[in-house]
């Protein structure tokens, strides 16, 4: 897994959603929505990730619960062992899910993900009216 690193999603749609990348190399499969990814001995340029879900109104509550995923994850070593990864897969939490993501759709860290809500606001332009002179 990438440490401390909430990274950003998308399908090409540009619909951004937060993940984790539990696995960085490229070697997974996706089975369908809903169903645990399936490790591969060849490269698929496919990561292992768990995704945030829920709807937008949720999304403050997205770190706290991609990083308790990230504490439940299983050791790197036994991700490919099919029954460790199904067993992982049933214990996320609510709004998460497993997926296995092209690197080209992990775009970067979430905390700079395009579209962002600014944090700082810009300073308004104060348009002065003309007024004729009167006659």
Not at 28 to 55: D, F, I, K, N, Y
Not at 58 to 79: H, R, Y
Request: aromatic residues 6%; contains cysteine.
């Amino acid at each position: 897994m990438i440490p401390d690193a909430i990274q950003t999603g998308n399908y090409g749609i540009g619909a951004f959603f937060p993940l984790i990348v539990l696995d960085p190399a490229p070697c997974w499969q996706s089975q369908g929505p809903g169903a645990t990814p399936l490790a591969c001995t060849e490269e698929t340029g496919q990561l292992l990730a768990v995704r945030w879900c829920a709807p937008e109104a949720l999304a403050d509550q997205a770190p706290s619960v991609l990083a308790q995923a990230a504490a439940i994850a299983p050791p790197a070593e036994t991700l490919f062992v099919p029954e460790t990864l199904a067993a992982f897969h049933a214990a996320l939490p609510q709004h998460t899910s497993l997926i296995a993501l092209t690197t080209s759709l992990v775009i970067g860290p979430w905390s700079q993900r395009p579209g962002r809500p600014s944090t700082t606001t810009r300073p308004r332009r104060h348009l002065t009216a003309y007024l004729a002179p009167a006659a």
